[in-house]
């Protein structure tokens, strides 16, 4: 682009050229003309016996000056015609030739490029024909099996068991007609469309995705659990800390919002619980998915059955402050049942498949309130590949363990399967 920039602007300079000798040009043709004149109306004058001398005088002045004009414009003819032909000489002969001779290299260099990207065309076409040959070949001995008379043969099996009406009967007047099943087996064994749909919707229409969006969408689905989890502890937090304040000082708070506050409470473990469980199922969907290791079962039982405990002995205190009446709240619910790694569920997506974590596998320990691993981890904001044997390869949306952040601008992280190695600072998020 510049260079045409600097083509256009050397043919303006030309036409400039061109344009100012062609203007002392007309320059001069005009003075001469107009001194030729002047000098044939001082001969007349000065030919007339009846010519006075002032008339004379002042004709020989008009001609001196006439041929003064054109003397000067006369040189301004020669110096422009002068400097026309070395600016002339020097475009045709450096500054064109120059210029020309640069945008033919970058010419070259294009070419060059497309002949770069057409060989790695031809390469990957050549690198993946074998693979379309296969699947033409496998589509051919697939399509040659194809056999009508046995297709049919199967279909007339199939059928064959339906069973045929039975005769028809004389009735009697008033009689009532007999009875028929007929039919009634195909309601049994037929799914309707609304079965059908039922099925798709529970298992959550991701079956049919392809790998990588199934695993994109798994992702997806353990981060807004996370941020869940996250929001509802933070919820009980401020509710133990109430129900903590209204029993130091019984004044702030009555027994009915001390047993509002241990009801919410209570009804955030439990959301808690099916939370983790939650968390857990596609945990373990994405480490089959991945062929890795199931993380470790989550244990929420004890440590929610404590804290409620814990709930329970202060709101019947400060219940008993208020009212002195000694009579003690409802037992604490009993918590959902753990999620069980070889239940039907955790493996849905693929059902002949039994996942164990080895002893050499096993992930850092769990925080007993939020059921993480109380060791620092980070979320993966984009894909980085490993340059050297010490770095870790990671990809968007994974979570790792932190290990050692000195502030040089790299992390040391580690997986669930203690794959440990440096990685850029910029391209994770640290957790709070």
Known sequence: KNLCNTASQLQHEYKEWQTSLDRHH???????????????????????????????EKSRTEMVRRQDIMEKCKGDY???????????HEYYHQRWPGLINQMQRCEEGRIEEIKTILLEHCKIHDSILPHVKTCIDNMTESCEKISPAEDSDLLMEERSNQPYPPDHVFIEYGAKPPQSNFGSHNNSTRKTKRDRKKTKVNKEGLENLPPEKRKKAFKEKIKEIENQISINLKARTALEEIIELYTKKPKLGSASAMEDSKNQIDEITATLDKLHEELYKYQCYLAALTDKAAPEKPHLGS???????????????????????????????????EFNQTSPLANEFNSDTYYEVPDNQIPPPMDPVSGLTSQPQCSVLYDYAAQHDDELNIYAGELLFVVEDNGTGWVKAKRNDNEIGLVPGNYIELFS
């Not at 020669?78 to 002339?88: H, K, P, S, W």
């Open 26 to 56: 007309q320059k001069y043709e005009k003075a001469a003309k107009e001194a030729e004149a002047a000098g044939q109306a001082f001969s007349k004058v000065n030919d007339d016996m009846n010519a006075t001398r002032a008339q004379v």
């Open 303 to 337: 440590h929610l059955q404590a804290d409620a405990v814990s709930i329970t002995s202060s709101v019947s205190h400060a219940s008993a402050s208020h009212s002195g009446d000694g009579d003690q709240l409802p037992p604490q619910e009993p918590t959902s049942p």
């Open 78 to 88: 020669i110096i422009a015609v002068e400097t026309t032909n070395n600016n002339q």
